[in-house]
């Protein structure tokens, strides 16, 4: 648990209902819960939920919206809650909790790899060479490896026929996310959302 020291000891003295320097099992249960429970996975609960729970139709537009699994159905969704939802109740109103939804967001269910690329299924019996693709590194300097950063260079690397470019993502001064080469080259950075646009843009000019 990615916490500091200091936020684990408040929320222990916070949770014992008792100042006796332990947990009961069910103060342990409370303890736990707290610590391990991501805010990122309440808002998403609040912006499609009642913030509590999810029912099948409330995952079903989650799934569409934050997904984009436009094939998946309500009752997909229902069978989804009574695998991953862990408590009898939750599966008995077919309602997705904060502890099953986080399961179903850790497992394959919702993995970004298709199932079927779990294992090896392309044509792995060609020599090695017919594998090699171009590449290119640091691909928004312009120069050398001290820069100047541009857009313009993803362009040129993508129109000579690379397939794969680097894009270094770091927080930005206003917490937007930049590219750019290390924290020391703050001052030599991209917009990523400029970066991403021109690379939507020049991708499959050249490579098929």
Same mark, same amino acid.
């Given at each position: 648990?990615?916490?500091p020291?200091?936020?684990?000891?408040?929320t222990?003295?916070?949770?014992?209902?008792?100042?006796?320097?332990?947990?009961?099992?069910?103060?342990?249960?409370?303890?736990?819960?707290?610590?391990s429970?991501?805010?990122e996975?309440?808002?998403?609960?609040?912006?499609?939920?009642?913030? $509590?729970f %999810? !029912?099948?139709? /409330?995952?079903f537009?989650?799934?569409? +919206?934050?997904?984009?699994?436009?094939? @998946?159905?309500?009752?997909e969704?229902?069978?989804?809650?009574?695998?991953?939802?862990?408590?009898?109740?939750?599966?008995?109103?077919?309602?997705l909790?904060?502890?099953?939804?986080?399961?179903?967001?850790?497992?394959?269910s919702?993995?970004?790899?298709?199932?079927?690329?779990q294992?090896v299924?392309?044509?792995m019996?060609?020599?090695?060479?017919?594998?090699?693709?171009?590449?290119?590194?640091? $691909?928004? %300097? !312009?120069?050398? /490896?001290?820069?100047?950063a541009s857009e +313009?260079?993803?362009?040129?690397a993508? @129109?000579?026929?690379c397939?794969?470019v680097?894009?270094?993502?770091?927080?930005?001064?206003?917490?937007?996310?930049?590219v750019?080469?290390?924290?020391?080259m703050?001052?030599?950075?991209?917009?990523?959302?400029?970066?991403?646009?021109?690379?939507?843009?020049?991708?499959?000019?050249?490579?098929?």
């Open positions: 648990i990615g916490l020291e200091s936020a684990i000891r408040q222990f003295l916070e949770t014992q209902t008792k100042t006796r320097g332990r947990l009961d099992p069910n103060e342990f249960s409370d303890f736990f819960a707290i610590l429970t991501r805010q996975v309440i808002y998403l609960l609040v912006q499609y939920g009642n913030g $509590t %999810l !029912t099948a139709c /409330q995952l537009n989650f799934m569409e +919206t934050e997904q984009k699994a436009t094939s @998946l159905s309500v009752e969704c229902e069978a989804l809650i009574e695998k991953y939802e862990p408590s009898p109740a939750g599966k008995r109103s077919k309602q909790t904060v502890d099953g939804f986080t399961s179903f967001l850790q497992s394959s919702c993995s970004l790899s298709a199932p079927h690329h294992s299924y392309q044509d019996t060609q020599p090695l060479s017919h594998y090699f693709i171009a590449t290119s590194h640091n $691909t928004f %300097l !312009t120069q050398d /490896q001290q820069g100047p +313009t260079a993803y362009t040129r993508l @129109l000579k026929g397939r794969c680097e894009i270094d993502i770091w927080d930005g001064s206003e917490g937007d996310p930049v750019m080469q290390g924290k020391a703050a001052n030599n950075c991209l917009p990523l959302d400029v970066v991403m646009k021109t690379i939507a843009e020049n991708a499959f000019q050249t490579s098929p």
